[in-house]
């Protein structure tokens, strides 16, 4: 396998952003692209941002912190992003269409050698890998939100994937001081597989009024030693994601349990899609989130 040193980072999101500041502190040049303009410059201040709170923590040198930051280049293109790159990340919305169309464009760009990889929280890897001219040489990595702090990544095998992709895949993940676990490739992986649809119930016991918003935050986070209530977690992934990865459990599994709850997809509707738009299960307009139910 050819040896790593340059990785494209595709999305500029919230996901992609901490993949490009831990890839970047791994010491790897890192090219940041977004379709929607002006978004990786935004994108740049952020892991800016970021970085310069590790350092006030005392978990990264200024230096390192610097030199991080100078290894990230925004580019211009999806063309400019991946091509020469050793690896790519693929970090666009959690929708089966984009990505697929994202691969496809950027194959006619992509040396032999390189590495394909996505950050697909719910979607087939091996579906998204047929999308592509080598599907041996594509693999699932799924970063945890936030990237730069949470320490698991789930790797992904697709039906085509090599050994030696999957053992490339370990090292570099490893590179950057994570933990990695091994999942198959079946809907939502490990993590969402379980996580999201506890979420999902949260939101049902909201709807059915078993509880408001603060008393099943309360209880799982009391009750259960969770560091964050389901409803709160919800907020932070993205109401919009979590919807995403339900549909995902009940398209790909075919079993009732996974149903979206209606009321989370009247919020979605509403475009209260949770921290990021200012309002889902909690309104962060003031200084201090408030339960909306």
């Given at each position: ?10 999305g500029?999101?919230?996901?992609g952003a ?16 977004d ?15 970021s ?5 006030g923590?005392g978990l990264?040198?200024q230096?390192?912190?610097d ?13 400019d992003a991946v091509?020469?790159a ?27 050698q ?15 890998a ?5 599907p041996?040489?594509?693999i ?5 939100k ?7 990544v ?8 090599s050994?030696?992709?999957h053992s490339?895949?370990v ?7 994570k933990?990695?676990t ?10 969402n597989r ?9 939101i ?5 009024g ?20 389901p409803l709160?977690l ?22 009732s ?37």
């Amino acid at each position: 396998m050819n040896t790593i040193t340059t990785v494209a980072v595709l999305g500029a999101g919230q996901m992609g952003a901490g993949i490009a500041h831990i890839v970047a502190l791994g010491g790897y040049t890192v090219r940041l692209y977004d379709v929607a303009a002006g978004r990786a410059t935004l994108a740049l201040g952020e892991v800016a941002t970021s970085l310069a709170r590790h350092v006030g923590r005392g978990l990264v040198e200024q230096q390192e912190a610097d030199a991080a930051l100078a290894r990230i280049q925004i580019a211009d293109s999806l063309a400019d992003a991946v091509r020469g790159a050793d690896l790519v990340i693929e970090a666009t919305l959690e929708d089966e269409g984009v990505k697929k169309a994202v691969f496809a464009e950027i194959t006619p760009f992509l040396t032999p050698q390189a590495l394909l990889a996505s950050n697909t929280s719910s979607i087939s890897i091996t579906r998204l890998a047929s999308a592509t001219d080598r599907p041996d040489r594509f693999i699932g990595l799924h970063f945890m939100k936030p990237a730069p702090v949470m320490k698991l990544v789930e790797i992904i095998r697709g039906i085509a994937t090599s050994a030696e992709t999957h053992s490339a895949a370990v090292v570099f993940a490893e590179s950057l001081g994570k933990t990695t676990t091994d999942a198959e490739d079946f809907p939502a992986f490990i993590v969402n597989r379980i996580l999201v649809p506890m979420m999902n119930e949260a939101i049902f016991a909201l709807y059915e009024g078993v509880g408001n918003v603060a008393s099943i935050d309360k209880a799982l986070r009391l009750g259960a030693n969770h560091p964050m209530g389901p409803l709160e977690l919800a907020d932070f992934m993205g109401l919009d994601v979590v919807l995403a990865i339900m549909n995902v459990l009940y398209d790909g599994l075919a079993d009732s349990k996974y149903r979206p709850c209606p009321l989370l997809v009247k919020y979605v509707e509403a475009g209260w899609l949770g921290r990021k738009s200012g309002r889902g299960f909690y309104d962060y307009s003031g200084e201090t989130p408030a339960p909306t139910r």
